[in-house]
């Protein structure tokens, strides 16, 4: 969160926050950037795969949000219609980007993919491992950009975001059962596509792994 | 459940994205086969490399180009604002003074033409073609519904002489209470007539807001029709 978000010295309530933004209030605009651009960044990132594309995109959802803050309903939550304007301008940008790019290739994501610098951010697990688990990172990352868009960012707002159903499918403007059968689809092809990368070992994963299985029960 | 059936729930098993019932038979489907079981932690293993995918950090001046851009928009906006809301207020302020005679002007002819046309179009039934159908205007005239059978007061029957016209004022209850001859012989014979005649013939008493009202005045006009041969 910025300085500025920081230095706020009260926390926003969504009702307050939303009438202060509809008023045109400048504090409760810069909080809005400060507490979401973040997150808005990641989601657009997840579908898009592309940090430059993905600034570009949150920069124009947050001058949506601020241009069309006057037509929000208070139905949904604020969370949701900003995931779900990001979502939108998100497949719009990739769509256009494929209309007028398909024939470039961009030099950026080559030298991102081979030659990023790599830091050891954890002294207790080995270099080995943290390479390990940056390289999973990196096949993760590469794995989902290769899914449809559609399966993409309903797995994105579940299984990345941690988002409900019933959130989905309304950022999604899709029943429940397209949310779920979109995220089956989507997480089988990510599984096809990982393969046995899949099993490499990544201690961190693997207990986490072992704790879900034992809250659930099961013998496996 | 075979295994085809099983794989291609399987994704959706650890989060409840499947229905209850395919879960209960998914679950005694995996208790009996390995395959699937290891298909499931397959789903494990991605669901949980998915949730630690780590967060790609935002470009550190995003939050700051957010701002700039969105003042920016703001700024190209506000002389279109500036000037709108001086239009506004330069309509408020012509038409502010206005508003109260205005609308008690408006509100007064109405009245007025409201009262007007039903005085006006007094005793016209509002899609008055349905028969018997009871007009619902402020005032409906008295008028006549059946003539007694008397013979009618003899006019002279000579070319260019008057036709007997007279006006007869009713109570409430359609009853004559007085006439007056307007026009017309105005002998004691004929006043006799007259008499007999209005007694037993059957009015309908002016009526208020449908009841039944004093002062209704009827007009009657005799003329006498002379067929020789």
């Known amino acids: 969160m910025s300085e500025l978000a920081q230095s706020l010295t009260w926390r926003w309530q969504e009702d307050d926050l939303i009438t202060e933004l509809q008023s045109g209030s400048d504090s409760a605009f810069d909080y809005l950037v400060s507490y979401y651009h973040a997150s808005v960044f990641n989601l657009v990132y997840g579908i898009l795969a592309d940090s430059a594309d993905a600034a570009d995109v949150t920069q124009e959802v ?3 949000v601020f241009r069309g803050i006057h037509d929000f309903r208070r139905g949904s939550s604020l969370k949701t219609w900003l995931y779900r304007i990001s979502v939108r301008q998100a497949l719009n940008h990739r769509r256009w980007c494929w209309r007028h790019h398909r024939q470039q290739i961009s030099i950026d994501a080559e030298e991102e993919a081979t030659g990023r610098p790599f830091d050891l951010e954890n002294h207790e697990a080995t270099p080995f491992d ?3 688990a940056q390289e999973m990172q990196t096949a993760v990352r590469r794995a989902l950009a290769s899914v449809p868009p559609l399966f993409r960012s309903a797995v994105i707002l579940r299984d990345l975001e941690g988002l409900a159903y019933e959130e989905i499918s309304e950022i ?3 029943s429940v059962g397209t949310v779920k059968s979109r995220i089956l689809r989507g997480r089988r092809l990510l599984r096809d596509i990982l393969g046995p990368a899949l099993h490499a070992p990544q201690h961190e ?3 986490l792994v072992l704790s879900q299985a034992m809250l659930e029960g099961d013998p496996s | 459940m075979n295994c085809y ?7 959706g098993y650890l989060d409840g994205g499947v229905r209850a019932s395919e879960r209960a038979q998914l679950s005694v489907h995996l208790d009996c086969c390995g395959s699937c079981r290891k298909d499931l932690n397959d789903y494990r293993l991605l669901v949980a490399r998915l949730a630690h995918v780590e967060r790609v950090a935002a470009p550190a001046d995003l939050a700051s180009r957010i701002r700039v851009q969105a003042s920016f928009g703001r700024s190209r906006w506000l002389p279109f604002t500036r000037l709108w809301s001086r239009a506004v207020m330069g309509f408020r302020n012509i038409l502010e003074p206005l508003a109260v005679p205005a609308a008690g002007g408006i509100v007064t002819a109405l009245a007025i033409f409201t009262l007007l046309v039903q005085n006006v179009l007094v005793g016209v039934p509002v899609g ?3 028969p018997g159908d009871l007009p619902l205007n402020l005032v409906q005239p008295a008028q006549l519904e059946s003539l007694a059978p008397f013979s009618v007061p003899e006019t002279n029957g000579q ?3 008057e036709p007997l016209l007279l006006e007869a004022t009713l109570n409430a209850n359609g009853e004559v209470l007085f006439y007056q001859i307007l026009s017309g012989p105005n002998d004691a014979a004929v006043k006799r007539q007259i008499d007999q005649m209005l007694m037993f013939s059957h009015f309908r008493p002016q009526l208020g807001f449908g009841r039944p009202m004093d002062g209704g005045r009827v007009l009657l006009n005799f003329s006498g029709i002379h067929v020789r041969g």
């Open chain 1, 172 to 174: 999604l403007d899709v």
């Open chain 1, 205 to 207: 994963t693997q207990s």
């Open chain 1, 62 to 64: 947050f001058l949506r």
């Open chain 2, 5 to 11: 059936q099983a794989r291609r729930r399987l994704a």
């Open chain 2, 128 to 130: 008055g073609i349905v």
């Open chain 1, 130 to 132: 943290q390479y390990a």
């Open chain 2, 159 to 161: 070319p260019g002489s």
